[in-house]
């Protein structure tokens, strides 16, 4: 049987020490995360197991990466709470090496003291965020996706939605994402076409783009300043984001990635305190 956090703070010299903590997503306040619930999250983690250096156990999952707090060795596992899909279940194995876990000790940065044993908590909780940050906005990202490059999901979009997508994917100027692709010569070409004396008026070209299969689905959104317009080449498996002054000039010109850029997958090194 386990002891409880208390109850270990306690009993000083216990050469191993198995605790477990509640994590309610909410408490975490981040955007992402609230839009699913434990079961999406745990599923979602459970088929990145191997990129994240998880290790599936059941409907768990074990963390590789270790935690080392002044001299102390953690493991974490996370696991569903079976009662609320709003919380999980975080559950610590800590091999103390000698070490009485009751003692205090300064967090970098900090004149407040506390004990190593919450230490370990509040690292094995920050360790947990990081994944569960990764796997909601990956998940939101997927979701954002099907909803605007699939036919048949024809519901009203938000142009709040497309700058999420933007930030959720690699989102380059077609200049930059073309200009390695291209022969000689043929970036100029491309550099007069999307310039700003290019004299093609975008306003009509958007709508005769509209029309054509290979340029769908799309969506338009009309601003103040500035009017969007999104398609989807299913070809190229991405997105072309125009935005048009009110003259029908051209504004912005993007191409829209499903990739992860690899800076995003994380630093997995042990974490030490």
């Not at 938000?158 to 390695?180: D, F, H, Q, S």
């Amino acid at each position: 049987d386990r002891y409880s956090l208390q109850q270990q703070k306690r009993i000083p010299m216990l050469n191993f020490r198995v605790f477990e903590a509640n994590l309610v997503l909410k408490s975490y306040r981040n955007k992402m995360i609230d839009k699913f619930d434990s079961v999406a999250l745990l599923e979602g983690l459970q088929q990145t197991a191997e990129e994240r250096d998880l290790i599936r156990c059941g409907t768990g999952l074990c963390f590789q990466r270790g935690i080392s707090v002044k001299g102390s060795h953690s493991i974490c596992f996370l696991a569903p709470d079976p009662m609320d899909t709003g919380n999980m279940k975080l559950i610590v194995l800590c091999r103390t090496q000698g070490r009485n876990l009751s003692d205090y000790m300064f967090r970098e940065g900090s004149n407040v003291a506390i004990h190593i044993i919450d230490n370990i908590v509040y690292e094995a909780a920050g360790l947990v965020y990081e994944e569960l940050r990764f796997i909601s906005e990956k998940l939101h990202k997927e979701g954002l996706w099907k909803s605007f490059s699939t036919r048949s999901i024809r519901s009203r979009k938000k142009l709040e939605l497309v700058y999420e997508l933007m930030e959720l994917c690699p989102t380059r100027p077609i200049l930059n994402a073309l200009g390695g692709n291209l022969r000689e010569g043929a970036s100029e070409v491309i550099a007069r076409l999307f310039g700003p004396v290019s004299g093609i008026d975008w306003k009509a070209c958007c709508l005769c783009m509209k029309k054509e299969r290979a340029f769908g689905p799309s969506w338009s959104f009309s601003g103040d300043a500035f009017d969007t317009h999104l398609f989807y080449v299913e070809s190229c498996c991405t997105f072309l984001l125009l935005e048009l002054n009110g003259d029908g000039t051209l504004r912005r010109a993007d191409i829209i990635e499903r990739d992860e850029s690899p800076s995003s997958m994380g630093n997995h090194r042990q974490r030490s305190v």
